[in-house]
């Protein structure tokens, strides 16, 4: 009997090949730059020759490994994703910040 998840990937392959057989898919323009520009970016990403430790909450851990899992790798490739982009400046934000609340301290420090 097979899974859930088995049967979901069932459909989604079935959904994609449907999509192909359709016509909806097109090749990118110049695939040989875009398969060596991946090729690239996977081989960096692999590369792994140093350890860091560091501390985040609880919260922000699930977060990470929520959004891992949905993205089907696990969570430290995703964090280690995540710094790739940064410090090569292709991390860009799409979701606006929360507005900070005010912690009272410059109230204090401007009474004090």
Known sequence: MKSKIEAADKNYEEDIL?????????SVP?????????AANAAAALSKDKRINIRVSSRDLEDIQMRAAEEGMPYQTLIASVLHKFVSGRLVE???RPKTRSTGRSKKQASG
């Open 18 to 26: 449907s999509s192909f057989e359709r016509g909806e898919w097109q």
């Open 30 to 38: 110049n695939l040989k730059d875009e398969i060596d520009r991946y």
């Open 94 to 96: 799409t979701v606006s």
